[in-house]
């Protein structure tokens, strides 16, 4: 099993940036198998939506409404996951989750919330006008 646990949450006003961290607690051997790493979020009232995600070989891809904007990365070392987000606008108020598959990303169909094999509680972004 791994543990996966978001930081970096909070509230500030348009234009500003926060940097959420994502951790991964458990045995060595099922994290390294971790292949697919990716950003969800969720609004009130609206469905999970896929962010950022990035593959254990550093491939990246990010939704429409954030390119440019926010940037994923990781630290395999230290088993960590972060999303540098700029910009930031009313609209990206969310819950933001990090997850991870054992199998590689290859297109956001395919990387949807149900075939995510683990999760956080996630890290509440909140941004004002």
């Known amino acids: 099993q791994v543990q996966l646990v978001e930081s970096g949450g909070g509230s500030v006003q348009a234009g500003g940036s926060l940097r959420l961290s994502c951790a991964a607690f458990?045995?060595?051997?099922?994290?390294?198998?971790?292949?697919?790493m990716v950003w969800f979020r969720q609004a009130p009232g609206k469905g999970r939506e896929g962010v950022a995600r990035?593959?254990?070989?550093?491939?990246?891809s990010y939704a429409e409404s954030v390119k440019g904007r926010f940037t994923i990365s990781q630290d395999i070392a230290k088993n960590s996951l972060y999303l540098q987000m700029n910009s930031l606008k009313p609209e990206d108020t969310a819950m933001y989750y990090c997850?991870?598959?054992?199998?590689?990303?290859?297109?956001?169909?395919?990387?949807?919330?149900?075939?995510?094999?683990?999760w956080g509680k996630g890290t509440l972004v909140t941004i004002s006008s």
């Open positions: 458990g045995y060595t051997y099922t994290i390294n198998s971790l292949n697919c």
């Open positions: 997850a991870a598959r054992t199998w590689a990303c290859v297109d956001w169909v395919d990387t949807s919330a149900g075939a995510m094999n683990y």
């Open positions: 990035i593959n254990r070989d550093g491939e990246s």
